[in-house]
């Protein structure tokens, strides 16, 4: 855990909302020179805060209109091992993200389709052929508003 200052906080903010600027305009719009903001983000990096940058897609812009997230509860735990299903689950190109969840279900999968007849096309011949598969719940996505959580 790093102990954060103001200006500390005040750059992650700035860099999660626009995570391309450099230290030059990052330390002139927080009142650091060039130096001194290059310092504090290779800080933040060397601590593990800052990993990497990340590129967002406009999936929509891309042809995939709908976004569906699926609750799976695998049928017999045990009789196929965990990272089995990941492997497999990781493997759909469709699939973006495989989280191993606790609660109602064991995992929960972010998945994009061009709309819902391909969704379903997903779902038949993809999703319900993994390894283990037991109950599944879809969540179409109806609007999304991505946020940076807290800062220290």
């Known amino acids: 855990m790093i102990d954060l200052d103001d200006t500390d ?6 860099l999660s909302h626009d995570a391309t600027q ?3 305009a990052l330390g002139r719009s927080l009142g650091l020179s060039q130096p001194a903001a290059w310092r504090r983000i290779r800080r933040l990096q060397d601590a593990g805060v800052l990993r990497g ?3 967002v897609l406009d999936t929509a812009a891309l042809g995939f209109g709908v976004t569906v997230f699926l609750g799976i509860k695998l049928a017999a735990k045990g009789l196929v091992s965990l990272e089995d299903f990941e ?5 759909i190109p ?4 495989v989280q191993h969840v606790l609660g109602l279900f064991d995992y929960r999968l972010r998945i994009i389709a061009r709309d ?3 969704f379903e096309r997903v779902l038949r011949r993809r999703i319900m052929t993994l390894p283990g598969i037991g109950q599944v719940e879809a969540n179409v996505l109806l609007s999304e508003e991505r946020r940076p959580g807290p800062i220290g």
């Not at 906080?9 to 700035?14: C, D, F, G, K, V």
């Not at 469709?94 to 993200?97: D, F, G, I, K, R």
Request: positive net charge; proline residues 0%.
């Open 53 to 55: 940058r990340r590129l």
């Open 22 to 24: 450099g230290a030059g």
């Open 87 to 91: 492997r497999a689950a990781t493997s």
């Open 116 to 118: 819902i007849a391909d």
């Open 9 to 14: 906080r005040a750059i992650l903010r700035a």
């Open 94 to 97: 469709e699939v973006q993200t």
